[in-house]
């Protein structure tokens, strides 16, 4: 079988090559992950939010159905159980389009907030970045010249 190499020590190694400081990297990498983390949150608290909507839709809609499946001695007593059963589930799809819209309201909200959040945080990073003073670069002598 073939070994597979771990490029990690690779990776480490050509990284350690460079003078840089990697604290700009590192800090960038939480950054955008602290940002994951919280859109996560979000997404993940919006899908709760509409599996409750749901799931209160489908049990509203199984009750009005006992109406609807129960013998009647009367035709027109079907004919009227179902209109009454159009009419509920009309009123009750407003509804239930109205919680959803709510959710993406929500969820709208807080995602144009965490946005605007991470904009200022990298406009404040930016501005101390570029107001940091750096040190001066050191000239190389030019190397003597030989005279004849």
Same mark, same amino acid.
């Given at each position: 079988m073939v070994k597979n190499d771990d490029f990690t020590k690779y990776i480490t190694d050509m990284l350690a090559a460079y003078k840089m400081d990697n604290s700009a990297m590192t800090g960038a990498f939480k950054n955008s992950a602290e940002l994951a983390d919280k859109?996560? +949150?979000v997404a993940l =608290?919006?899908?709760e939010r509409a599996?409750? #909507?749901s799931a209160q839709w489908a049990?509203?809609?199984?009750?009005k159905m006992g109406d609807v499946t129960t013998s009647k001695s009367d035709p027109a007593d079907y004919t009227k159980a /179902?209109?009454?059963f159009a009419a509920a589930q009309a009123e009750m799809s407003a509804e239930m389009m109205s919680a959803y819209a709510e959710i993406a309201k929500k969820v +709208? /909200?807080?995602t #144009? =907030?965490?946005m605007m959040g991470a904009t200022k945080d990298m406009q404040e990073e930016i501005a101390s970045a570029v107001s940091t003073p750096k040190p001066a670069a050191k000239?190389?002598?030019?190397?003597r010249r030989k005279t004849k």
């Open positions: 859109m996560s +949150q =608290e919006a899908a599996n409750d #909507v049990k509203d809609t199984l009750s /179902m209109s009454e +709208q /909200m807080e #144009v =907030e965490l000239k190389k002598a030019a190397p």
